[in-house]
């Protein structure tokens, strides 16, 4: 557990000192948040609408900065160092925990560009949405680790990535935006646990895979 | 497998000629005769075919998955190409069950498109196999695309667990078996015919014996072509 | 007392062998030069000793006191250094040392700091990788290598992009390597390099 969270922190750290993906990512959602509001009237932004956008902002964004993680390590070689020093598995927790913070924050600033420009992104239920932001961020997070290692070593990357992980994000970002939808206040009969556990379960079942077999993915 | 291709093609021939040829009345007399179903009337003749095309893609998808699952286990290339033929078969019988599909709900529901989650498993189930392949072709190093394809099928396979099995259930749709529907019963069952009945199962058959036949082909080719031009 | 059982190993990529049926046996104290043209694989056996790439047949075992050493447990007995070895640009000298003692739990920021003296990258261990000339780079991966006191090193290439007095402190480390009690297995395309070895492995005279 302490080697994951060193290479946790050997991330971050990288992270910080290049900047590379918060400004991409800065960059990324304040263009589309002007974009949206140039394009769609106020009046028009229901909260289905913005629910929707939210996640498909936040869809984009993981698919630019989250992609990253195994993919640097594989385009800059670095991955044998890792792969000399520590098992697998800990390289995946430690990307999975890099991913999970990432997102977290790609989610929290898309909230703040969304608070601030967009009239219908106002919370019913704070807590639900909090939950939900947390949830899926987990949950994409250990979607994307396992698919970028999936794409470090196959050829035309970028495109690659998004078309892997679209059907798999998939149920992930249904139930993020009926999610959202309802810590919107939107009327519904739906059943916000049930979303919830379905969440918490398909990662479960990610996570747990992953761990098993990415010891095949280093093979050569 | 010579017997299991003429059965197959005889069955599905024998289901084309009756599933199409056969006339629709009000009382039916006889076993030559289908019920009328009111509101679907001579449309539901489709679900001989759109119901077992999907049933052979959701198999095709489940066979390829437990092949590559099988190969991570043993490391056993023949497992893979197993595998990969599967998901080719799979990939061509979901293209024809959203044909298919599209016709039921151009005629039925209004729109070829109605984005039910049942129509979102069929796209998600197309664009699982698209990725699959879109993946293999893009990895040079062969243990590595084995290896990489097969751990991003089984992925695959789980997540489809979720999409296709969990959470079309919590949705609302159009599809028998949706949420909010009471009667989650196939509609077949209740037009309490016989022969339409059997003639939905004979197809069944007719297709799934196809898929067979049709898997150890494309599995020979490709060994075939593995073992004598490094394909 | 760490040896090393290599039974039998081939290699293919797509179909095309690399290398056939490979034997070795090694132990402590023991130190075996692979030699061999450009292509007969002298790197891929070495990454298939350091169980960085699978063989296609055949097994690579390590054994401590007869027993085999496991997959996590030998990450800290082994260091491995190439010029395909990649370190991160944006960390420094001294956070790849901390990095690497942190991964292979242990610390000796003593002996760090001795090794970083002795590879003559003292004054710059505090500059970011990304600065850093190919010399010195090799020289580090040195310092990262060592310090872990390894039992078992590999080595490929020991010599690339060194300077002369840095090919001395590397010769000095290959006669060393029997004192130290460790298992040294070194690639060359150097014939003045082999003399350092007790044993070497022609790879073009296998096949």
């Known amino acids: 557990m302490k080697i994951v969270l060193n290479i946790l922190y050997k991330d971050l750290l990288c992270e910080i000192r290049t900047r590379h993906v918060i400004y991409s990512l800065l960059v990324f959602v304040l263009t589309t948040v002007f974009v949206l509001l140039f394009s769609i009237s106020d009046n028009e932004f229901t909260v289905d609408l913005s629910a929707s956008l939210f996640w498909v902002v936040s869809f984009f964004s993981t698919m630019t900065g989250l992609s990253r993680s195994f993919v640097l390590e594989e385009e800059k070689q670095t991955i044998l160092f890792l792969r000399l020093n520590a098992t697998p598995e800990q390289i995946y927790l430690g990307k999975l925990f890099y991913s999970i913070v990432v997102n977290l924050i790609i989610n929290i600033t898309i909230t703040f560009a969304f608070i601030l ?40 990357k970028g495109l690659l990535l998004p078309f892997l992980s679209f059907p798999i994000l998939l149920p992930i970002l249904i139930t993020s935006i009926n999610l959202t939808k309802l810590s919107l206040g939107a009327f519904s009969f739906e059943n916000e646990a049930n979303y919830l556990q379905f969440m918490i379960s398909y990662s479960v079942v990610l996570i747990t895979a992953s761990l098993l077999f990415i010891k095949y993915i280093f093979e050569e | 497998m010579r017997i299991l291709k003429f059965t197959s093609i005889a069955i599905i021939t024998l289901v084309i000629i009756f599933g199409i040829g056969l006339p629709i009345v009000e009382n039916p007399q006889n076993w030559m005769e289908y019920p009328k179903i009111p509101g679907l009337d001579e449309k539901f003749r489709n679900l001989f075919f759109h119901v077992p095309m999907s049933w052979v893609a959701t198999i095709a998808f489940i066979v390829s998955t437990f092949y590559s699952l099988k190969y991570l286990n043993s490391k056993n290339n023949l497992y893979d190409i197993k595998a990969e033929s599967s998901a080719s078969l799979g990939l061509l019988f979901s293209l024809l069950a959203t044909i298919t599909g599209s016709m039921w709900a151009k005629f039925n529901w209004g729109s070829f498109w109605n984005w039910d989650p049942r129509q979102l498993s069929i796209i998600f189930l197309l664009l699982i196999y698209f990725a699959y392949f879109l993946l293999r072709a893009s990895i040079k190093n062969e243990v590595s695309r084995n290896n990489i394809s097969a751990v991003y099928n089984v992925i695959a396979g789980l997540s489809a667990i979720f999409f296709i099995f969990i959470l079309p259930r919590m949705l609302a749709g159009l599809h028998p078996g949706s949420k909010g529907e009471a009667d989650a019963g196939p509609i077949l069952g209740g037009s309490g015919s016989k022969n339409v009945l059997f003639t939905f199962y004979f197809s069944l058959l007719g297709f799934t014996l196809f898929y067979i036949w049709l898997q150890n082909l494309s599995y020979r080719t490709r060994k075939l072509l593995k073992e004598n031009y490094h394909a | 007392m760490i040896t090393l059982q290599v039974n039998n190993i ?59 050493i496991f997959p996590n447990k030998l990450n800290s007995k082994l260091s491995f250094v190439a010029p395909y070895l990649f370190l991160y640009e944006e960390l420094t000298a001294i956070e790849h040392l901390t990095l690497i003692q942190k991964l292979k739990r242990i610390s000796n920021n003593i002996l760090a700091i001795e090794l970083l003296k002795k590879f003559s990258l003292i004054e710059s261990k505090h500059k970011k990788v990304g600065s850093f000339s ?37 010769y000095d480390l290959l006669k060393a390597a029997k004192k130290n009690n460790t298992l040294l297995i070194y690639t060359t395309n150097h014939k003045s390099e082999l003399k350092y070895a007790d044993d070497v492995i022609d790879l073009n005279k296998l096949k």
Request: aromatic share 8%; hydrophobic share 45%.
């Open chain 3, 134 to 170: 190919s010399g010195m780079l090799q020289r580090l991966k040195y310092c990262i290598a060592l310090v872990s006191k390894p039992k078992i090193l590999l080595l490929d290439e020991p010599t690339s992009n060194l300077d002369h007095e840095g090919e001395i402190i590397i």
């Open chain 1, 117 to 156: 420009f967009i009239p219908t992104f106002v919370f019913s239920n704070l807590n639900l949405f909090i939950l939900t932001i947390l949830v899926s961020s987990i949950s994409i997070s250990s979607a994307v680790t396992i698919l970028s290692a999936i794409i470090s070593k196959a050829e035309n």
């Open chain 3, 10 to 68: 081939s290699k293919s990529y797509n179909q095309q062998t690399v290398f056939n049926e490979v034997s070795l046996f090694a132990s402590e104290k023991y130190s075996l030069a692979i030699t061999g043209k450009n292509g007969s694989g002298k790197s891929t056996l070495l990454k298939i000793i350091a169980k960085l790439v699978t063989p296609t047949v055949g097994s690579v075992l390590f054994f401590e006191n007869e027993f085999q």
